[in-house]
């Protein structure tokens, strides 16, 4: 996680909790950009999405995370059952993730498949980075939306579910995502004012109904 931030100043948000969907199972929230998602361990890193949502919803329950940087939509349990079978899904990868992101320049191609392991960066703390040797599997499915002057929006879909996956993926296929303060530099750093990076749609079986349900958070930028 990222409680060792590359900005020692730590100014999260001060927006309300977005609630997009509840009942007695669970709980659908926005996570803004610039929120920590769980606590980090300095005590000034205490404000997060799980402590601000907690104290609307006691038994509100971690799943997934985001990063810090990274907004968009997240699915918390409100019950021990409805935890365990949401989790599963996202542990067996049958829960569906989808990004939008804008990246550095202009990709070739209308689509890809990157399949490249990852590994913590042990130089770098806390980045990751491609390790053939000693890396956990990951794999990114990734789709143009749109192309600008020196960028391309994309639509991303991860496989697996590493730290930085999505990030560490584009920036090793040359398009770094813009605004990444961890990974990009120069022109892809000022080229945005914040990750551009958002969980835009979350797809899984519902604990109860045993349907299919989809909810989306809108893309900010």
């Known amino acids: 996680m990222e409680d060792h931030l590359a900005d020692p100043i730590y100014t999260p948000p001060n927006d309300p909790v977005v609630i997009i969907y509840q009942d007695d199972d669970l709980l659908v929230v ?23 949502v907690r104290k609307l919803f006691p038994k509100a329950s971690i799943i997934h995370r985001l990063d810090r940087d990274t907004s968009g939509v997240v699915v918390m349990g409100l019950n021990k059952k409805a ?24 990709m070739d191609g209308e689509g ?6 990852l590994g913590i960066d042990v130089d770098r703390k806390p980045r990751h ?8 599997s990951a794999q990114t499915d990734w789709e143009v939306i749109a192309r ?3 960028a391309t929006r ?22 770094p995502i813009l ?7 120069g022109d892809a750093l000022a080229a945005a004012d914040r990750l551009q990076l958002h969980a835009e749609q979350l797809r899984f079986v519902h604990p109860s109904t045993g349907e299919e349900c989809t909810f989306i958070a809108p893309c900010p930028f």
């Open 179 to 185: 605004g990444d303060a961890f990974y990009a530099d």
């Open 112 to 117: 890809g498949h990157i399949n490249l392991p």
């Open 129 to 136: 980075r491609v390790d053939h040797d000693k890396g956990r």
């Open 148 to 150: 600008e002057e020196n």
């Open 83 to 106: 935890h365990a079978f949401i989790a599963a899904q996202f542990e067996n990868r049958t829960a569906q993730k989808i990004y939008i992101a804008r990246v550095w320049g202009r």
């Open 30 to 52: 926005e996570k803004p950009s610039g929120l920590l998602h769980v606590p980090g361990k300095d005590p000034r890193l205490w404000d997060c999405l799980d402590v601000r």
């Open 154 to 175: 994309v639509r991303l879909f991860p496989r697996t579910g590493r730290t930085h996956q999505l990030r560490v993926h584009m920036l090793a296929i040359g398009h």
